[in-house]
């Protein structure tokens, strides 16, 4: 028999039992009468100790809370099929009975004992209530031994249809007996049986394929694009406040631009905010869909990746409102948002012994409640919790406060609640730093919030609030789903707001079954021996589902607050765009749909391709008009209809549409044969913009006849049959001309000839001339002078490929094709192939000129043409690996935002007043140095890829006004004091000098990072080294450069650094000093000894030396370390990444130090402030183990350790970002 079945469908539930037995009373709720007998005697039977054996029953544990005990009396006097039931047990909200059959049901093979979990009948739901995934245990208890009872577990969600589970064969009814163990009691006749359940949620309704939340409940959902679960449970707790909807939909759109946006859109780009939203919110009025979320996230800025990031629902209500109030000041909403959402709190200090008070009022939209207060104690429920935030601190002892006028003086410090806001948002910090795990953990421990919350204690005049909307996140820290539960009318039922699905819910689903806590988990404890029964503990799982925001409303204004509005009274010319966007989407749908029948052509003649300049681009081609025909229509009815509309015969035109060519496929015009259907002809969408624009694009060629610009008939002149075109005998060409003198190409339209004829007779019939006057009288070209000059023509097969013809061949001879392009140019006779080339120009700094005298030549220099970035760095530039920069600054960079700096002397950054874009956390560190440098300067230089390395670094040095030799400035891939990567000027081509384009090989960007190295006394044979100092404090001071010879020892550059010093007593370093190499945050060797030799350097021989460079600071320890001591490397570490980081910190430790006492110096060396200090951890790492040292642990109780600082890097750069953890922005 499979577990979990379900009993016998469609049996009679008998009330009673078969007149023939002894009726065993009414089949009610409950026990049977005689039962409370047989209970007594139980009671009776455990005192008797010493006739019980050691598994007996009466060693049991009472009932667990989410268990329930069921005896049946008379078990032997059942019949088949006959039932009785227990009484009713509640967990949750979910009420279950055992229902059990003791001489067995139809369904089983033979007579035995069934038993099953049956859920109660639930009125008070919805008829398709479901208690989804629900693990159930059933028990039959041996009564001698409880080891031998059977036990029997599954899961299973109850609902109407199936509402009990359980097995048809628990034990055969032949095996009843007292001898056996499975009948007992007083009567020697009674099954004992008990049954648990662990309810994983509240109560769901089951919903099917035709089910309409509008029509259920009316109201819709919110489409989810990935990961945005957490902003549709926000945008629907926004928009049933109808006072936010209201002021939503009143904040004016640009009129003029509406039918502009409108167009955008439809194209993809990015609407307004607020135009976004209002769309959003008019859907979930009005639509019976899922309303689409996309519009509104372009607004946002956000990508793919945004859409695929989960992120808080709070950040993201902070920042919506804070866009839609700078949107919306010097409007008449301007401030309407906070008068809904805005309360004020005072923050005080008073001092006890003097009369000396300091208070300051702050807003607030939202307050975050403690789960947890700061001591340790869960705090267990939101009145709790607001007394922990309102609690008072006493500042005494060591912490006295300093009151002007007054000194130091005991005082208290805390927060009055002034006044609370319409509508109160409440978040649960249910995500909360472990100092013990050193991570983020979500606090799942139980919490009560009240349906009516009266804050009259907390703020003068407060009143009553009521509970309207609840947000709850299920899942753990790393990931999870958010969903709300809403009143949208405080008169009427909850409602559960999952993405797309809405569903009614009962209250307790909504409020009681998100407090978390834990639950109790199906146990097995009949193996246990009764010994450890009694210390065991019962199984547990914590609820991951719980409240994370709340949203209570004023219960005197409730009913004005969530009061819909009525768009069309509130703003109707923003319906009025609403409905005609749905027109403009209806109507695209219905030109998706007409994509399967018919196909849009897009009509192009000559006079549109004599608009275009430039090399062939064949999505830049003018159209003229767009026609829509049958995909099984033929050719010749295009040829009708556009008969009908120039007045141009059918036989004096011919049709060709844009196809890939084979090989490298360039796009070129093929015939289109008359009799063909549109349905063989393919479709590209290498022309179109959107590639879901499934168009032909097809060019109209009438007769030479016909004046291209009004398809007139000329003089009467007898135009020729292009219907009996033969791709055999004729071809098209597009014919372009080029000017050397201008630099423009201009294209002169179509020409169709024989295969026979010659390429010379575009020149000689006149066509060629007749079409380049114009522009000579335009003097957009220069005009043709036919001395000393000849006709040359090229074929263009791309941009940059271009291939030269010999006019007097005939086009089959030249390989020519319909919809090949050439390119004329009247010029000097070509230069043969073995003509020796240019002289070589000057090797000089200055970039050459290159001279353009054909179309190859201009190809030429548009291709190698660049606008490149390039960044100036100060080569004292201090090291910033990974965002990171030894500034003597700990913790995330703060925005110049929020902390502006002032211009610093000597070439430091300026106030960010001036600053034309955001910076970045790297140049935020950067500006918060001690050392002095000129921050890095960005120019965009225009460059040519054939510029050799001297032309690159000359143009440099005279743009930024540096005034050195070329040889004097460095390139780099990237900031060199960040990235290890080698100067470009080390790329050496068979010691050729090498190209800009050579420098760019296999790095696409176009940007370029220059160095100015300093005028140095070296030899040839001299290398240079990049000192960089620290003082005590870790901070990099200063940096300068040296050059050494490489057979040298390190004590000349402690000879050379000692002089740096000297010269620099700002800098606070004294001699003797020491050095030493870092990589990658830890120390590459030890302290380096001074009559090692230099080339033994790691550092020596690598080009980058601003990376690869050498630490320089004073040496403590110079005469050794202290007696019983050891100078210890301690590097920091990144705590989620485990990545070292920084400048590790040197120390004499000794022997068998506590690790709170070398926490307590590395925190006084580094000057790191107790706010970011309390988090960090010494960690130490020994035989593979990490190991998190408390205070009062030796660091070296175990061998060969290293030793770390944990804490969150101060960096925050791409490098250490992913997908995971990108900030969430709204840039709309």
């Known amino acids: 028999m499979e577990p979990g079945q379900e009993r016998e469908p469609g049996r009679q539930l008998n009330s009673e039992a078969p007149p023939a037995r002894p009726a065993p009373g009414p089949m009610t709720e409950g026990a049977l009468s005689p039962q409370r007998g047989v209970e007594e005697g139980l009671v009776d039977r455990r005192r008797m100790d010493g006739q019980a054996s050691e598994f007996s029953v009466h060693n049991l544990p009472p009932c667990l809370d989410h268990e329930v005990e069921f005896f049946v009396p008379n078990a032997l006097n059942y019949a088949l099929g006959e039932q009785v039931r227990s ?126 939340t509008k029509k259920e409940t009316g109201y819709i959902g919110l489409k989810n694009h990935g990961a945005t679960c957490y902003m549709n449970g926000l945008l629907q707790s926004l928009f049933h406040v109808g006072e936010f909807r209201k002021i939503v939909y009143s904040i004016p759109c640009d009129e003029d631009g509406n039918k502009e946006q409108a167009a955008d859109e439809a194209e993809g780009r990015t609407p307004s905010l607020i135009h976004a939203l209002q769309n959003v919110f008019y859907k979930l009025q009005t639509s019976d869909q899922a309303v689409d979320c996309k519009e509104l996230m372009r ?25 839609l109030e700078e949107q919306m000041k010097g409007t008449p909403s301007d401030g309407s948002i906070k008068d809904l959402f805005e309360g004020e709190m005072e923050n005080y200090i008073e001092c006890i012994n003097v009369d000396y008070k300091s208070k300051r009022n702050e807003t607030f939209y939202d307050i975050q409640l403690n789960i947890k207060a700061e001591d340790g104690r869960e705090l267990r429920n939101i009145e709790e919790s607001l007394r922990d935030f309102t609690a008072e601190e006493r500042l005494d002892g060591d912490n006295l406060y300093e009151a002007e006028g007054h000194g130091k003086q005991p005082a208290k410090k805390g927060i009055r609640f002034k006044r609370f806001p319409p509508v109160l948002n409440l978040q649960l910090k249910r995500f909360h730093f472990d100092l013990e795990k050193m991570d983020m953990v979500k606090l799942n421990t139980r919490f009560e919030f009240q349906k009516r919350l009266d804050l009259s204690s907390f703020a003068p005049g407060a009143g009553t609030y009521v509970l309207y909307a609840v947000l709850v996140h299920n899942g753990d820290v790393n990931s999870g789903h958010y969903y709300a539960y809403i009143r949208p009318n405080l008169d009427g039922g909850w409602l559960k707001f999952d993405d797309d699905n809405v569903t009614p819910c009962s209250e307790f689903a909504a409020v009681d079954d998100n407090y978390a806590g834990n639950d109790l988990a199906i146990w097995n404890y009949f193996q246990i021996p009764p010994k450890e029964l009694k210390t065991a503990s019962a199984l547990t799982k914590a609820r991951i589902h719980n409240a994370y925001i709340l949203v209570y409303i004023r219960e005197d204004k409730a009913n004005h607050i969530l009061e819909a509005p009525d768009p069309q009274t509130v703003n109707p010319s923003m319906v009025d765009r609403c409905l005609q966007e749905v027109k403009d989407a209806e109507a695209r749908q219905r030109e998706k749909k007409e994509q399967q029948t018919k196909i849009k052509i897009k009509l192009i003649f000559e006079k549109n391709l004599m608009q275009m300049t430039g090399f062939w681009e064949p999505s830049e081609i003018p159209v003229e008009s767009i026609q829509k025909m049958g995909r099984d229509d033929p050719v010749k009815d295009l040829m009708q209809a556009i008969e009908l509309q120039k007045g141009v015969p059918m036989q004096c035109m011919a049709l060709f549409s844009l196809q890939y060519r084979h090989g490298n496929r360039p796009v070129r015009f093929s015939f289109m044969n008359p009799n063909d259907t549109f349905r063989r002809i393919p479709m590209i969408t290498q022309t179109a913009p959107d590639i879901n624009d499934l168009h032909l694009t097809v060019l109209v060629v009438a007769a030479r006849a016909y004046d291209p610009a009004t398809l007139q008939l000329m003089d009467k002149a007898q135009p020729a049959q292009l219907s009996k075109w033969s791709e055999d005998n004729q071809l098209l060409l597009i014919v372009q001309y080029f000017c050397p003198v201008s630099q423009k190409i201009l294209t002169l339209g179509c020409f169709y000839m024989e295969q026979t004829d010659q390429i010379a007779s575009v020149v000689r019939s006149g066509w060629l001339a007749s079409k380049l006057k114009p522009h000579i009288e335009s003097k957009t070209i220069e005009p043709l002078n036919g001395e000393d000059m000849e006709w040359r023509c090229w074929e263009e097969t791309s941009a940059t490929d271009f291939s030269p013809l010999d006019v007097d061949n005939k086009a089959k001879e030249a390989q020519l094709q319909t919809g090949d392009v050439l390119i004329w140019q009247l010029g000097p006779p070509q230069r043969p192939a073995d003509a020796p080339p240019e002289p070589e120009r000057a090797p000089d700094e200055v970039p050459p000129s290159f001279p353009v005298n054909d179309v190859c030549d201009f190809a030429k220099l548009r291709a190698n043409a660049v606008d490149m970035n390039v960044t100036l760095h100060d080569y004292r530039q201090p090291l910033c690996v990974d965002g990171v920069v030894s500034n003597g600054r700990w913790g995330p960079p703060r925005p110049t935002s929020a902390a502006p700096l002032m211009a610093k002397k000597d070439g430091q950054p300026p106030s960010p007043a001036n600053a034309t874009k955001e910076e970045s956390p790297e140049e935020i560190a950067l500006s918060q140095c001690v050392s002095k440098f000129e921050m890095p300067k960005e120019k965009e230089m225009k460059m040519d890829l054939r510029w050799l390395l001297r032309h690159v670094t000359g143009s440099i040095s005279r743009e930024f006004g540096l005034g050195v030799p070329e040889a004097r400035i460095w390139l780099f891939s990237g900031p060199p004091s960040s990235v290890s990567d080698d100067p470009l000027n080390a790329r050496m081509i068979r010691n050729e000098e090498p190209t800009l384009k050579d420098l760019l090989y296999s790095y696409s960007r176009r940007q370029l990072h220059a160095v100015q190295i300093p005028e140095l006394k070296a030899d040839p044979n001299s290398t240079f080294l990049c000192l960089r100092f620290f003082d005590s404090q870790v901070r990099e001071v200063g940096c300068e450069i040296i050059a050494v010879n490489p057979g040298g020892t390190i004590q000349e550059v402690l000879d050379s650094a000692s002089e740096i010093v000297e010269a620099n007593p700002t800098w606070g370093i004294r001699t003797p000093l020491r050095v030493f190499e870092v990589s990658d945050g830890r120390l590459y060797q030890k302290v380096c000894k001074a009559r090692a030799y230099i080339n033994s350097l790691s550092c020596v021989g690598r080009s980058n030396i601003f990376y690869h460079s050498l630490r320089v600071e004073e040496d403590p320890e110079a005469n050794g370390p202290p007696p019983d001591t050891n100078l210890w490397e301690i590097a920091h570490c990144d705590r989620h990444s485990q990545q070292t980081f920084g400048q590790p910190v040197l120390l004499p430790l000794g022997k068998g130090e506590k690790s709170g006492s070398i926490k307590a110096r590395c925190k006084e060396k580094l000057q790191v402030p107790d706010s970011e200090f309390k988090s960090w951890r010494l960690v130490r790492f020994s035989r593979g183990i990490r190991v998190h040292l408390k205070d009062d642990e030796a660091w070296d109780s175990e061998p060969d350790c290293k030793l770390y600082l944990e804490h969150a890097t101060s960096g925050n750069t791409a490098a250490r970002q992913s997908r995971f953890n990108k900030p969430l922005t709204i840039r709309g």
């Open 87 to 212: 009484e009713t047990k509640t967990v949750g909200n979910f009420k279950f009975k055992i229902l059990v059959f003791p001489g067995g049901t139809q369904m089983s093979a033979g007579p035995q004992v069934s038993a099953f979990v049956e859920a109660e009948q639930r009125p008070d739901l919805d008829k398709r209530w479901c208690f989804p995934g629900v693990k159930y245990q059933v028990t039959m208890i041996n009564w001698l031994d409880y080891r031998r009872s059977v036990n029997k577990g599954d899961t299973w969600s109850f609902c109407q249809e199936g509402i009990d589970r359980g097995w048809h064969d628990m034990v055969r009814v032949a095996e009843l007996t007292p001898e056996s163990g499975w009948l007992g009691g007083d009567d020697n006749n009674t099954l004992y049986f008990r049954a648990q359940c662990y309810v994983r949620q509240a109560d769901h309704i089951n919903t099917s394929n035709d089910y309409n």
């Open 299 to 323: 607004s946002f800025g956000w990508d793919t990746t945004d859409a695929f990031t989960q992120h808080d629902a709070q950040e993201l209500n902070r920042i919506l409102c804070d866009r």
